[in-house]
């Protein structure tokens, strides 16, 4: 195995098993109105949301997990075929590996389901110089779109992870201007890896011609984490404080959402690992919610599973909508919400609310 492939097998492997998500419950934060008479006929509910001009089923994507070394083909197709049977979008995991030396099969397994919205994954680290390495050009990404048949390409910042792992990519000069080269060329969303996406960051970006960001803040997977048992294990001492140190580093998930708000699409991640979540993601306002971890392991196992777990999913966002007194999404946008905890406490000191 190469060492980006290993890389990417220790990634799925360390989140599999480890604890990668901080103990408090960001979430929870996030709570919605009971509405004790709710005046609507549960079979007449409609969860389907548009998403990027895609008709979803219900407001969901599964986010970028994987691609690039042999298991993640299994990972892929699982994660596809379970797509396709929910009528959900899906994203692909980083696509640096078919950039630098050509589809392996394992991201462009996904073209054989008839997935409603799909996404590709470059990296902003890979849009501008690195130590030793040449930046990808417009015509590398659109290659990578061309792979997995992407209706939109998602551009991930993963400057956590970056300094926390070894050698990592950590100049960030000239990605915004990267961003908008590819932007002019193709549609292009911004995605994080579990840090969030702050006002500022959104304003920049909103001025990119991007159309939409996924803000995946803190409350499921950190990266930092991830990373710090990778360098205990390699006996890194550097990488392994640095990642405990920051571990909780970032944008609680439901502030994110708030903070990022600047009249783009947005999609709310990190630890949305349920339904519940997922209306709570929607009524605060985002058009639909992202998972990744939590489908990880289903996803190792069979499509089978990860549908089992998108019906729960499905089942408890419907719940929600029902107990809220809601018919369609567009209503639980507008239904009242309390926010309070960690997140509030931001929200405040950010003057958000
Ligand atoms: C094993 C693993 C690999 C990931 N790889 C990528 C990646 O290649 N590109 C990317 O944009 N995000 C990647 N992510 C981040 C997720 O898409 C998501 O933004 C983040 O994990 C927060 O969601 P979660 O709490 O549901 O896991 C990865 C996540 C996991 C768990």
Sequence with gaps: MSRIERRKADHIEVTLKEKVVPDYDYWGDVKLVHQALPEVNMDDIDTSVTLFGKRLEFPLVVTAIT??????????????????????????????????????????????????????????PQLVKQKRKRPFSVEDVAKAKD???????????????????????????????????????MPCMVKETGAGISRETALLLKGTGIVGMDVSGVGGTSFAAVEMYRAREQKDQMGSALGATFF??????????????????????????????????????????????ALLADAMESSEKVVEKLERMKAEFKAAMFLTGCHSVPELRERRVIVSGRSADWLTAAERC
């Excluded at 993963?158 to 060329?185: H, K």
């Excluded at 439901?254 to 949305?272: F, K, N, Q, R």
């Design 248 to 293: 909780e580093w970032g944008i609680p998930a439901p502030a994110a959402v708030i903070e990022a708000d600047v009249g783009l699409e947005i999609i709310a991640g990190g630890g949305m690992d349920d339904g519940l979540r997922m209306a709570k993601g929607v009524s605060i306002g985002a058009n639909a919610a992202g998972c990744a971890r």
């Design 147 to 185: 792979i997995v048949g992407a209706d939109i390409m998602a551009i991930h910042l993963n400057f956590l992870q970056e300094v926390v792992q070894p050698g990592g990519d950590v100049n960030a000069c000239g990605c915004l201007d990267g961003i908008r080269s590819l932007a002019r060329e």
């Design 67 to 124: 691609g690039g070394f042999p298991q993640a083909e299994k990972v892929n197709r699982n994660l596809a075929e379970a797509c396709s049977k929910m009528g959900i979008g899906l994203g692909v995991g980083s696509q640096r590996p078919a950039i630098e030396k050509g589809d392996d099969g394992t991201y462009s397994v996904i073209k054989e389901f008839d997935v409603p919205l799909v996404i590709g994954n470059v990296g902003a």
